[in-house]
C-alpha cells in the first residue's frame, strides 16, 4: 500500500503482536468483478484506498456481461442510461447496445481505472467468516489459501447465479442441455428439434435468432411477459463524434431517458395507488402491439399477460411475437410433467421429442445461494442466510446489516432503485464513501449498523411498498423473482432515483457504531 495513504483501520496486527503470522491482510476484498464490484473498487481508489483484492469465480471480468453471450443478447435499458455517470461511453453502436459492447465497456473501465491490478479469477468464495478477535473478515476461496480483509465488500450481483428448473427427469434428457447463462456457442442448432423453457426477458432476445435455424422449437410458456415496441435506432458516426467531442450531449441523452425511465418506475410502479392509469396505458399499447403482430385469437391469448404490468419486469422487442408465426415454432402452455431421454411431456400426456433442450429459467435472486451467495458468518456465529430465513430479508439502506461488521453488501434485499443497475450501484457508491469516511475520520476499526436504524429502515420500506403495483397490482400469477419466499417484495427500494442518491450521502452517522 502506498504509505502517503492513510490506512482505513488500525493494523490489527500491531496491537496484538503476540499473534502468529498471518496470511496477507487487505484493507478491502470485494467479492465480484462486474459493474458493481468495479463501482466499489473505484470509489475506494478516490478515496486513496488502493491495497485491495478482488476475487471472482469467472475467467475474466464483467459479472453477467461476461457469463452471458446467448445470441441476440443485449441490454434492455437505453445504453447511455445503463452505465457509470461519471464515465460516459460515446461509442455505443445503438440505443440498446448488444451485449459484446457491454463486455467491451466492463474492460474499458477496468483498463482506465487500473482495476485489472487488483483482479483475481477463477476463485470462488465458499465462506466469509467474521474475526471478533482480530476484527477482520476470513475470505475462503475454493482450492486457494483463505485470505483476510480489513473491509469485505460482496458485489455478486443479482442476476449471477443460474438457476435450472426443478422438472422431474430434467437429469435423465439424453440430448444437449444448454443454460442461456452459459451458452455453449461451439453447438450447433442448425437442424435441431429444439425446446426452450421460459419466456422471460432472456427468451425474447434469444427466440428470433434461433428459430430460423431449427427443424423444430418448442417454446414452454408459464408466464407470459408484457412486451412493448422497441425503439432502438443505430446511433450514427456523427452523433458518436458529438458525443465524444462535447460530452454534455451526451449527458442530456442520459438525462432524458433516465428521467423517461423514473417516470415509468416512480408514477406506474412505485405509486400504483395514485396512478393506476399509467400502468393501464402501457398495457394498453402492449396488448395493440402483440394484435398487430399476433392475427390468431388462441395464440393471442397465450400470449396475454394476466398480471398487472410492472409485477414482472417487461421488456422491448419488435420481433418477439412474429417468431410465433413461424411454421416451426409452436407455443406450448400446458404443464409440463416430465423430461424424458428423447423429449417432454405435458400433463395432457402428450410428448415432443426434442434432441436439443435450452433452459432460459433465469437467476436465483432471493433465495439461497444468491442472498447470500456462499455462507457469510457474522458476530456470534450468525450467519447471514440462517438469519434471513428466520427474520425474513432486511438491511440498512440497501447495503449493510447488523451482527455483520466491516460488510458491504451490494446485492441486498430492499436495495435495487430504478430501472438502470448503474442507479443503485451509484448510490451504494456514495454509501460507502460517507461510512468509510467517518470510520476513517473516528480512527474507528470496525462499523456495524444499529439494529433500530436496520428495523426503521425496513418499516419505512414496507410502508412505501404499500403504494406499489405489487400490492395494489394483479400480481399473483406474474411469477416474479421481485417476490421472495414469502411472497413480499424485498429486492426493490421503492423510492425516487435522486431521493436514494440523497440518502446514501447524508443517511444519520448515528445509525452506526463506529469502534
Given at each position: 500500500?502506498?504509505?502517503?495513504?492513510?490506512?482505513?483501520?488500525?493494523?490489527?496486527?500491531?496491537?496484538?503482536p503476540a499473534q502468529p503470522a498471518a496470511k496477507a491482510l487487505y484493507e478491502a476484498v470485494i467479492v465480484?468483478?462486474?459493474?458493481?464490484?468495479?463501482?466499489?473498487?473505484?470509489?475506494?481508489?478516490?478515496?486513496?484506498?488502493?491495497?485491495?483484492?478482488?476475487?471472482?469465480?469467472?475467467?475474466?471480468?464483467?459479472?453477467?456481461?461476461?457469463?452471458?453471450?446467448?445470441?441476440?443478447?443485449?441490454?434492455?435499458?437505453?445504453?447511455?442510461?445503463?452505465?457509470?455517470?461519471?464515465?460516459?461511453?460515446?461509442?455505443?453502436?445503438?440505443?440498446?447496445?448488444?451485449?459484446?459492447?457491454?463486455?467491451?465497456?466492463?474492460?474499458?473501465?477496468?483498463?482506465?481505472?487500473?482495476?485489472?491490478?487488483?483482479?483475481?479469477?477463477?476463485?470462488?468464495?465458499?465462506?466469509?467468516?467474521?474475526?471478533?478477535?482480530?476484527?477482520?473478515?476470513?475470505?475462503?476461496?475454493?482450492?486457494?489459501?483463505?485470505?483476510?480483509?480489513?473491509?469485505?465488500?460482496?458485489?455478486?450481483?443479482?442476476?449471477?447465479?443460474?438457476?435450472?428448473?426443478?422438472?422431474?427427469?430434467?437429469?435423465?434428457?439424453?440430448?444437449?442441455?444448454?443454460?442461456?447463462?452459459?451458452?455453449?456457442?461451439?453447438?450447433?442448432?442448425?437442424?435441431?428439434?429444439?425446446?426452450?423453457?421460459?419466456?422471460?426477458?432472456?427468451?425474447?432476445?434469444?427466440?428470433?435468432?434461433?428459430?430460423?435455424?431449427?427443424?423444430?422449437?418448442?417454446?414452454?410458456?408459464?408466464?407470459?411477459?408484457?412486451?412493448?415496441?422497441?425503439?432502438?435506432?443505430?446511433?450514427?458516426?456523427?452523433?458518436?463524434?458529438?458525443?465524444?467531442?462535447?460530452?454534455?450531449?451526451?449527458?442530456?441523452?442520459?438525462?432524458?431517458?433516465?428521467?423517461?425511465?423514473?417516470?415509468?418506475?416512480?408514477?406506474?410502479?412505485?405509486?400504483?395507488?395514485?396512478?393506476?392509469?399509467?400502468?393501464?396505458?402501457?398495457?394498453?399499447?402492449?396488448?395493440?402491439?402483440?394484435?398487430?403482430?399476433?392475427?390468431?385469437?388462441?395464440?393471442?391469448?397465450?400470449?396475454?399477460?394476466?398480471?398487472?404490468?410492472?409485477?414482472?419486469?417487461?421488456?422491448?422487442?419488435?420481433?418477439?411475437?412474429?417468431?410465433?408465426?413461424?411454421?416451426?415454432?409452436?407455443?406450448?402452455?400446458?404443464?409440463?410433467?416430465?423430461?424424458?431421454?428423447?423429449?417432454?411431456?405435458?400433463?395432457?400426456?402428450?410428448?415432443?421429442?426434442?434432441?436439443?433442450?435450452?433452459?432460459?429459467?433465469?437467476?436465483?435472486?432471493?433465495?439461497?445461494?444468491?442472498?447470500?451467495?456462499?455462507?457469510?458468518?457474522?458476530?456470534?456465529?450468525?450467519?447471514?442466510?440462517?438469519?434471513?430465513?428466520?427474520?425474513?430479508?432486511?438491511?440498512?439502506?440497501?447495503?449493510?446489516?447488523?451482527?455483520?461488521?466491516?460488510?458491504?453488501?451490494?446485492?441486498?434485499?430492499?436495495?435495487?432503485?430504478?430501472?438502470?443497475?448503474?442507479?443503485?450501484?451509484?448510490?451504494?457508491?456514495?454509501?460507502?464513501?460517507?461510512?468509510?469516511?467517518?470510520?476513517?475520520?473516528?480512527?474507528?476499526?470496525?462499523?456495524?449498523?444499529?439494529?433500530?436504524?436496520?428495523?426503521?429502515?425496513?418499516?419505512?420500506?414496507?410502508?412505501?411498498?404499500?403504494?406499489?403495483?405489487?400490492?395494489?397490482?394483479?400480481?399473483?400469477?406474474?411469477?416474479?423473482?421481485?417476490?421472495?419466499?414469502?411472497?413480499?417484495?424485498?429486492?426493490?427500494?421503492?423510492?425516487?432515483?435522486?431521493?436514494?442518491?440523497?440518502?446514501?450521502?447524508?443517511?444519520?452517522?448515528?445509525?452506526?457504531?463506529?469502534?
Amino acid at each position: 500500500m502506498n504509505a502517503a495513504v492513510k490506512p482505513l483501520l488500525a493494523d490489527p496486527q500491531a496491537e496484538a503482536p503476540a499473534q502468529p503470522a498471518a496470511k496477507a491482510l487487505y484493507e478491502a476484498v470485494i467479492v465480484g468483478c462486474g459493474f458493481g464490484g468495479m463501482g466499489v473498487a473505484i470509489q475506494l481508489g478516490r478515496m486513496g484506498i488502493d491495497d485491495i483484492l478482488m476475487l471472482d469465480q469467472s475467467d475474466d471480468l464483467g459479472g453477467t456481461w461476461h457469463q452471458n453471450t446467448y445470441p441476440g443478447l443485449a441490454v434492455d435499458i437505453p445504453s447511455v442510461t445503463y452505465s457509470y455517470s461519471f464515465e460516459p461511453n460515446p461509442n455505443w453502436s445503438r440505443l440498446y447496445a448488444p451485449g459484446a459492447e457491454l463486455k467491451s465497456y466492463t474492460q474499458h473501465v477496468a483498463d482506465k481505472y487500473r482495476l485489472r491490478r487488483f483482479m483475481r479469477f477463477n476463485a470462488t468464495v465458499e465462506k466469509a467468516e467474521f474475526d471478533e478477535g482480530r476484527q477482520h473478515w476470513t475470505v475462503h476461496v475454493a482450492g486457494q489459501p483463505p485470505v483476510r480483509a480489513k473491509v469485505l465488500v460482496i458485489a455478486t450481483g443479482y442476476l449471477s447465479h443460474p438457476k435450472r428448473p426443478d422438472i422431474p427427469g430434467l437429469d435423465s434428457f439424453a440430448g444437449k442441455v444448454i443454460h442461456t447463462a452459459r451458452w455453449d456457442h461451439g453447438y450447433d442448432l442448425a437442424g435441431k428439434r429444439a425446446a426452450v423453457i421460459g419466456t422471460g426477458a432472456t427468451a425474447v432476445q434469444l427466440l428470433p435468432r434461433i428459430a430460423p435455424l431449427l427443424t423444430q422449437l418448442d417454446v414452454y410458456q408459464r408466464t407470459p411477459i408484457w412486451v412493448s415496441p422497441k425503439y432502438d435506432p443505430k446511433i450514427t458516426a456523427w452523433v458518436r463524434r458529438l458525443f465524444a467531442a462535447l460530452p454534455f450531449t451526451q449527458r442530456l441523452a442520459r438525462f432524458a431517458t433516465s428521467s423517461f425511465l423514473e417516470a415509468i418506475t416512480y408514477g406506474g410502479v412505485l405509486h400504483n395507488r395514485s396512478f393506476a392509469f399509467m400502468t393501464r396505458s402501457v398495457e394498453q399499447t402492449c396488448k395493440a402491439h402483440l394484435a398487430r403482430q399476433i392475427k390468431d385469437p388462441e395464440l393471442r391469448r397465450k400470449l396475454t399477460p394476466q398480471y398487472s404490468f410492472g409485477c414482472k419486469r417487461p421488456t422491448f422487442a419488435n420481433n418477439y411475437y412474429p417468431t410465433f408465426n413461424r411454421s416451426n415454432v409452436e407455443l406450448v402452455t400446458d404443464p409440463i410433467e416430465r423430461i424424458e431421454a428423447d423429449g417432454i411431456v405435458t400433463r395432457d400426456g402428450r410428448k415432443r421429442a426434442i434432441d436439443t433442450l435450452i433452459l432460459a429459467t433465469g437467476f436465483k435472486v432471493c433465495e439461497r445461494g444468491n442472498f447470500p451467495a456462499f455462507e457469510v458468518v457474522g458476530r456470534n456465529g450468525m450467519e447471514l442466510g440462517d438469519w434471513w430465513e428466520r427474520e425474513r430479508y432486511q438491511s440498512y439502506e440497501g447495503i449493510t446489516m447488523p451482527g455483520f461488521p466491516n460488510l458491504f453488501l451490494l446485492p441486498s434485499p430492499y436495495s435495487y432503485t430504478g430501472l438502470s443497475f448503474f442507479f443503485t450501484v451509484e448510490g451504494q457508491m456514495k454509501h460507502i464513501k460517507r461510512c468509510l469516511g467517518e470510520m476513517r475520520r473516528r480512527q474507528a476499526r470496525t462499523f456495524e449498523v444499529t439494529r433500530e436504524a436496520n428495523d426503521a429502515y425496513v418499516r419505512r420500506m414496507k410502508a412505501r411498498l404499500a403504494q406499489t403495483v405489487f400490492l395494489n397490482g394483479n400480481c399473483a400469477s406474474a411469477n416474479s423473482y421481485y417476490f421472495d419466499r414469502n411472497g413480499e417484495v424485498s429486492i426493490v427500494r421503492p423510492m425516487p432515483v435522486a431521493t436514494m442518491h440523497w440518502r446514501s450521502a447524508h443517511f444519520p452517522l448515528s445509525d452506526y457504531r463506529f469502534a
